[in-house]
C-alpha cells in the first residue's frame, strides 16, 4: 500500500512540473481583461468577493469594456466579442480507496472541460462549458446560461438556463476538495429530484442597504435528462420552486435560510412491470435549512444544515410513508497569506443520516493546496469514511488555460 502510494505521488508531481510548461496561458476571463487569476479566485477555482460581483455582473468588467474589444458592424444593438473567449480546466487525480475493489487507481484525467463566457450585450452576458470527460465519458453540458443584469436598471438579476439548485448555498463546481458537498448531489428512493442540476429561471435581487440578498427559482426537477419523444425536457408536467434568504451581518458574518418544494410523478420499480394498471404515482417533498458563512481573514468558516421530508418517496401507490433525512456540510478553510498564499488547508465534513439506512453518510476530509501557478494548483487529500471505517486518499491537480 504504501509503495503504491509512495509512486503515485511521484507519478502526480511530474506530471505536474510538464503541465507547468503547457499551462503558461491565463483563462478567458482573465485572457480577456488582461488581470491575473488572483483577481478573482483565491485559489481556483475558489471566489473572491470581487470574483462574486463579477459573476455577478454577467461576467463584465463595466469599466474596462472598450468598443474595440467588439465588432458592432455599425450597428447599436450588435456587440459581438472580436474574439471567442475559450478556456479549458483540466482535473486528474491518482486514488487510494479501501472502500473500492479498485483499491488503487489513476484518474487522468478525472474531468476535462471546454468553457466560454463573456457579453452578450450590455447587461447581459453568458457562461457554459462543455464535460468533455468527466470521469471517463463525455458528461456534456452543465452549467449553461445567459444572465439578464440589473434588469430595467433595478437590483434585479435574471437568469435562464441550467445550473445547480444548490448554487445559491455552496457552489460544488468551486470546491477546493476532490470530496462533495454531498447532500447537494444525493438522489433518495425512487425520486429523480436532488439539488444539482436542473433546467429553469433563477431570480437575484440585493438590497444593499441591507445587505439582504434574495434568491427565487422554478426548475423542471428531473434534473438535466434528454428531451423525450415529443421534444420535451420535463417528465411530468409538475415545477419545482426554491427560495433564500440571506442576511449580512457586519463585514465578517452572513447567516441564510433555504427552501425548497417539489412534486413529481412516475412509478416505483417494484411496480414498472404494472406500467400499465397503475396510474403514475405522486410525490411531493421539501428541502429547507440554514446555512452561515464567517470569515475571519485567514480562517473561513461555512456551515449548510438540510433537511429533507418526501410523503411517497418510493412511489407505493397504496400506504405511502412520509420518510425522512438531513444532511450537514461544514467546511473551513485556512489561507496563512489570505489571497495572496500559496497553500491552502481545507477541512471538510459530510453527514447524511435518512430514515433509509442505506443513504447514511459520514465523512471526514482534510485537503492540502499548493499553488505551482495561479492556475495549476497540487492537491493532497485524505477521507476518512466515519461510516464505514474505511480510508481514501487522494493526490493529483487541477488546471485551467
Request: with cysteine; hydrophobic share 40%.
Amino acid at each position: 500500500m504504501k509503495i503504491k502510494l509512495s509512486l503515485m505521488i511521484c507519478i502526480i508531481l511530474i506530471a505536474g512540473l510538464i503541465i507547468v510548461e503547457t499551462a503558461g496561458a491565463i483563462p478567458a476571463f482573465a485572457r480577456r481583461y488582461r488581470i491575473s487569476c488572483s483577481t478573482c479566485h483565491a485559489p481556483v477555482p475558489k471566489l473572491k468577493p470581487y470574483g462574486d460581483d463579477f459573476a455577478g455582473a454577467g461576467f463584465i468588467l463595466k469599466e474596462e469594456e472598450q468598443e474595440r474589444d467588439y465588432v458592432s458592424a455599425g450597428d447599436d444593438l450588435l456587440w459581438l466579442n472580436r474574439t471567442f473567449p475559450v478556456s479549458v480546466r483540466f482535473d486528474a487525480y491518482a486514488v487510494v480507496d479501501q472502500s473500492d475493489d479498485v483499491k488503487s487507481d489513476l484518474q487522468t484525467p478525472w474531468g476535462l472541460k471546454l468553457m466560454s463566457g463573456g457579453t452578450l450585450y450590455k447587461n447581459i452576458g453568458y457562461y457554459f462549458y462543455f464535460y468533455m470527460s468527466e470521469r471517463g465519458e463525455v458528461a456534456g453540458i452543465e452549467d449553461a446560461y445567459v444572465h439578464f443584469d440589473n434588469v430595467f436598471g433595478s437590483s434585479l438579476d435574471v437568469m435562464v438556463g441550467q445550473f445547480q439548485t444548490s448554487d445559491p448555498l455552496m457552489k460544488r463546481e468551486l470546491r477546493l476538495t476532490f470530496e462533495d458537498y454531498m447532500i447537494y448531489k444525493q438522489n433518495f428512493g425512487e425520486s429523480v429530484t436532488n439539488l444539482a442540476y436542473d433546467r429553469g429561471v433563477m431570480l437575484v435581487y440585493g438590497i444593499e442597504k441591507t445587505g439582504t440578498d434574495l434568491v427565487a427559482f422554478v426548475v423542471n426537477g428531473n434534473g438535466k435528462v434528454e428531451a423525450d419523444d415529443n421534444h420535451k425536457f420535463d417528465s411530468d408536467g409538475c415545477k419545482n420552486v426554491g427560495f433564500r434568504i440571506s442576511q449580512g451581518i457586519g463585514d465578517h458574518f452572513s447567516i441564510g435560510g433555504y427552501y425548497y418544494l417539489g412534486r413529481e410523478k412516475g412509478l416505483g420499480t417494484y411496480y414498472q412491470e404494472w406500467a400499465d394498471a397503475w396510474p403514475r404515482q405522486t410525490n411531493t417533498f421539501t428541502y429547507w435549512g440554514p446555512d452561515f458563512n464567517l470569515n475571519l481573514g485567514k480562517i473561513e468558516l461555512t456551515g449548510q444544515y438540510l433537511m429533507r421530508e418526501d410523503d411517497n418517496l418510493l412511489l407505493t401507490p397504496e400506504n405511502p410513508e412520509v420518510l425522512k433525512g438531513y444532511g450537514v456540510v461544514l467546511e473551513a478553510i485556512f489561507a496563512p497569506r489570505l489571497d495572496r498564499s500559496r497553500y491552502y488547508i481545507t477541512a471538510l465534513y459530510n453527514r447524511i443520516d435518512h430514515d433509509l439506512n442505506a443513504y447514511d453518510y459520514e465523512t471526514a476530509t482534510l485537503s492540502a493546496t499548493w499553488l505551482l501557478a495561479r492556475n495549476l494548483r497540487l492537491v493532497a487529500e485524505y477521507t476518512r469514511d466515519l461510516e464505514r471505517k474505511q480510508n481514501r486518499m487522494a493526490v493529483g491537480f487541477v488546471s485551467a488555460f
